[in-house]
C-alpha cells in the first residue's frame, strides 16, 4: 500500500469500460527530436539550487526534493509509446494494474458506433509493454521520466496509468509512413481517454500520430457522437494537461484569427519548409473543422496546454504557443522543454531530450503534487491553481508566448486553496480584459 493512501479523499475505484462513443482528442505533440534540439540555448537567470538537481528543467520550476508532497494516492495517466519500467529511475514505481498495450477499433452494435478498446494481441506482456517497437519507446520513458522518475521526476510517488498507443509502423527513408501493422494500429484518442476517465485523476496528452500538430483539439467524426466520451471526463472530473506541439505556430492564427489570417496560397504552400510549412498546413487543414478544447465552454476547465521555454525562459523556437487570444493565453503556460531523462535501450544510462513533450509532464508531475498538497479541490481546480500561480515576473514574459507564465510549483504549494476553488469567485487569474 502507497505510504500515504488515505491523504488522497477523493481517488476514483471505477470499473474499466471499454466501449466508448467518441469525439477524437487528437494528442498531436512533440516526439523527442520533432523540432525539440534545434534552437538550444544555455545559460539562465535563475539562482542554482544549492546541490545541483539530476534534472536542471526541476530548478527552474521551483522543485523541491525535499517536499513532503511527490504525488502519493494521485492517479496520473499518460498514453504514449511504451516505458522501461526496469530503468533505475523507475525502482520504486507505482504502476497500476491497468497499465498496457491497447489498440481500438470502429464497431457498428445495433444503431450505435463505438469505438472497442482492447490490449493489443501477441505483445510481449513486458513491462516496457512494446518491446517490439525498439527504440520508438524512447519518447514514453523520457516522458514517465520526468513525471515519476526518482531523481528527475517531479511526483515519483503518483500511481502511474501507462498506456503504450503506439503503433507498428514502417517508414521510408525520409520518414515517411509506407506501411502500418493492421493489428496494433494506434488507437484514436477517444478510446483511452473514457478508459482513463474511469480511473484517474489526471491525464498527460504529449504524444504524436501522422498529421499536423492539433493538440487538445475535438474533431467532429461522421457518424460518432461525442457526448459520452466528454461527458465522462467532465463527470469524473479528469484534469488533462497537454503538450502545446513542436510546429512553432501560434494557435491564435489558426483558431482564432480566421478572419484576419487567411490560409496559405499554393504558391505559399508549395514553397513554404520547416516551421512555415507546417503553419500552411494548419492553416489549410486544420482551420474549420477542429476545435480546441479550450474554447469550448463546456469542456475549457478541464484542460490546459503547455509550451516549452529555455533555460533563458525564451520560449523555443519549435513550440507553439497561445498568440493573441486572451481565451488561449488564460489556458497555457510553459514549462522547460529539455530535460535529462530514462534511457529506454539502458536500466542506468540517461539522455537529454527536448520538445514540449517534455515541458507537459513537469505539468502533470506539479499537478499531482498539488492535488495531493490539497485534497479538497477538484482536479479542475488544481489546473486553475497552476495557471493562476505561473511566474510572469521574469524577463521578457510575454502572454502571446508565455500564456499565464512559467510554471512555479513553490509558488502553487505554497497557494490558499480556498482562492481557486469550484465556485469561488475569480478562481481562474484573468489575461482577459
Given at each position: 500500500?502507497?505510504?500515504?493512501d488515505a491523504v488522497r479523499?477523493?481517488?476514483?475505484?471505477?470499473?474499466?469500460?471499454?466501449?466508448?462513443?467518441?469525439?477524437?482528442?487528437?494528442?498531436?505533440?512533440?516526439?523527442?527530436?520533432?523540432?525539440?534540439?534545434?534552437?538550444?540555448?544555455?545559460?539562465?537567470?535563475?539562482?542554482?539550487?544549492?546541490?545541483?538537481?539530476?534534472?536542471?528543467?526541476?530548478?527552474?520550476?521551483?522543485?523541491?526534493?525535499?517536499?513532503?508532497?511527490?504525488?502519493?494516492?494521485?492517479?496520473?495517466?499518460?498514453?504514449?509509446?511504451?516505458?522501461?519500467?526496469?530503468?533505475?529511475?523507475?525502482?520504486?514505481?507505482?504502476?497500476?494494474?491497468?497499465?498496457?498495450?491497447?489498440?481500438?477499433?470502429?464497431?457498428?452494435?445495433?444503431?450505435?458506433?463505438?469505438?472497442?478498446?482492447?490490449?493489443?494481441?501477441?505483445?510481449?506482456?513486458?513491462?516496457?509493454?512494446?518491446?517490439?517497437?525498439?527504440?520508438?519507446?524512447?519518447?514514453?520513458?523520457?516522458?514517465?521520466?520526468?513525471?515519476?522518475?526518482?531523481?528527475?521526476?517531479?511526483?515519483?510517488?503518483?500511481?502511474?496509468?501507462?498506456?503504450?498507443?503506439?503503433?507498428?509502423?514502417?517508414?521510408?527513408?525520409?520518414?515517411?509512413?509506407?506501411?502500418?501493422?493492421?493489428?496494433?494500429?494506434?488507437?484514436?484518442?477517444?478510446?483511452?481517454?473514457?478508459?482513463?476517465?474511469?480511473?484517474?485523476?489526471?491525464?498527460?496528452?504529449?504524444?504524436?500520430?501522422?498529421?499536423?500538430?492539433?493538440?487538445?483539439?475535438?474533431?467532429?467524426?461522421?457518424?460518432?457522437?461525442?457526448?459520452?466520451?466528454?461527458?465522462?471526463?467532465?463527470?469524473?472530473?479528469?484534469?488533462?494537461?497537454?503538450?502545446?506541439?513542436?510546429?512553432?505556430?501560434?494557435?491564435?492564427?489558426?483558431?482564432?484569427?480566421?478572419?484576419?489570417?487567411?490560409?496559405?496560397?499554393?504558391?505559399?504552400?508549395?514553397?513554404?519548409?520547416?516551421?512555415?510549412?507546417?503553419?500552411?498546413?494548419?492553416?489549410r487543414f486544420d482551420r474549420?473543422?477542429?476545435?480546441?478544447?479550450?474554447?469550448?465552454?463546456?469542456?475549457?476547465?478541464?484542460?490546459?496546454?503547455?509550451?516549452?521555454?529555455?533555460?533563458?525562459?525564451?520560449?523555443?523556437?519549435?513550440?507553439?504557443?497561445?498568440?493573441?487570444?486572451?481565451?488561449?493565453?488564460?489556458?497555457?503556460?510553459?514549462?522547460?522543454?529539455?530535460?535529462?531523462?530514462?534511457?529506454?535501450?539502458?536500466?542506468?544510462?540517461?539522455?537529454?531530450?527536448?520538445?514540449?513533450?517534455?515541458?507537459?509532464?513537469?505539468?502533470?508531475?506539479?499537478?499531482?503534487?498539488?492535488?495531493?498538497?490539497?485534497?479538497?479541490?477538484?482536479?479542475?481546480?488544481?489546473?486553475?491553481?497552476?495557471?493562476?500561480?505561473?511566474?510572469?515576473?521574469?524577463?521578457?514574459?510575454?502572454?502571446?508566448?508565455?500564456?499565464?507564465?512559467?510554471?512555479?510549483?513553490?509558488?502553487?504549494?505554497?497557494?490558499?486553496?480556498?482562492?481557486?476553488?469550484?465556485?469561488?469567485?475569480?478562481?481562474?487569474?484573468?489575461?482577459?480584459?
Amino acid at each position: 500500500m502507497r505510504k500515504k493512501d488515505a491523504v488522497r479523499s477523493r481517488v476514483k475505484n471505477k470499473s474499466l469500460s471499454v466501449a466508448v462513443s467518441s469525439f477524437i482528442l487528437t494528442t498531436l505533440t512533440a516526439c523527442g527530436g520533432g523540432g525539440g534540439g534545434s534552437d538550444e540555448n544555455s545559460g539562465g537567470n535563475l539562482t542554482p539550487e544549492p546541490t545541483p538537481n539530476p534534472n536542471p528543467a526541476l530548478a527552474l520550476i521551483n522543485h523541491d526534493a525535499d517536499s513532503p508532497f511527490d504525488g502519493t494516492g494521485v492517479r496520473v495517466a499518460i498514453y504514449d509509446s511504451g516505458i522501461n519500467a526496469s530503468h533505475d529511475e523507475f525502482s520504486d514505481l507505482v504502476l497500476s494494474q491497468f497499465s498496457g498495450s491497447f489498440y481500438s477499433y470502429t464497431e457498428v452494435q445495433g444503431t450505435d458506433v463505438v469505438r472497442i478498446l482492447d490490449e493489443t494481441p501477441n505483445d510481449d506482456e513486458d513491462e516496457d509493454f512494446s518491446d517490439s517497437n525498439n527504440g520508438r519507446a524512447g519518447h514514453g520513458t523520457g516522458v514517465a521520466s520526468a513525471l515519476v522518475g526518482n531523481t528527475r521526476g517531479v511526483s515519483s510517488d503518483s500511481e502511474l496509468f501507462f498506456f503504450d498507443v503506439n503503433n507498428l509502423e514502417e517508414t521510408d527513408g525520409s520518414g515517411n509512413v509506407i506501411a502500418v501493422d493492421p493489428i496494433a494500429v494506434r488507437p484514436d484518442s477517444s478510446a483511452a481517454l473514457l478508459h482513463t476517465a474511469e480511473n484517474a485523476d489526471l491525464l498527460g496528452l504529449n504524444f504524436a500520430n501522422y498529421s499536423i500538430t492539433n493538440v487538445a483539439t475535438v474533431i467532429v467524426e461522421d457518424g460518432i457522437s461525442n457526448e459520452s466520451t466528454w461527458d465522462n471526463i467532465v463527470t469524473n472530473d479528469v484534469g488533462m494537461i497537454a503538450a502545446a506541439g513542436n510546429t512553432g505556430y501560434s494557435f491564435s492564427d489558426i483558431f482564432v484569427n480566421t478572419d484576419t489570417v487567411p490560409e496559405c496560397t499554393d504558391e505559399e504552400f508549395d514553397n513554404a519548409t520547416g516551421y512555415e510549412r507546417d503553419r500552411c498546413i494548419a492553416l489549410r487543414f486544420d482551420r474549420g473543422s477542429d476545435y480546441p478544447t479550450t474554447l469550448i465552454p463546456a469542456y475549457e476547465e478541464q484542460i490546459m496546454i503547455v509550451g516549452a521555454v529555455n533555460a533563458s525562459l525564451e520560449l523555443e523556437r519549435y513550440s507553439n504557443f497561445p498568440g493573441d487570444s486572451c481565451d488561449l493565453q488564460e489556458r497555457w503556460m510553459v514549462a522547460p522543454g529539455t530535460i535529462t531523462a530514462a534511457d529506454y535501450d539502458s536500466d542506468t544510462d540517461i539522455v537529454t531530450q527536448s520538445g514540449t513533450s517534455f515541458a507537459a509532464p513537469l505539468v502533470t508531475g506539479a499537478a499531482a503534487a498539488v492535488a495531493e498538497a490539497f485534497p479538497s479541490l477538484s482536479n479542475k481546480a488544481v489546473l486553475r491553481l497552476l495557471l493562476s500561480t505561473a511566474d510572469r515576473s521574469f524577463t521578457g514574459y510575454n502572454a502571446d508566448e508565455h500564456g499565464q507564465g512559467l510554471l512555479d510549483l513553490k509558488a502553487a504549494l505554497s497557494a490558499n486553496p480556498s482562492d481557486y476553488a469550484d465556485g469561488a469567485p475569480d478562481n481562474l487569474r484573468s489575461i482577459c480584459l
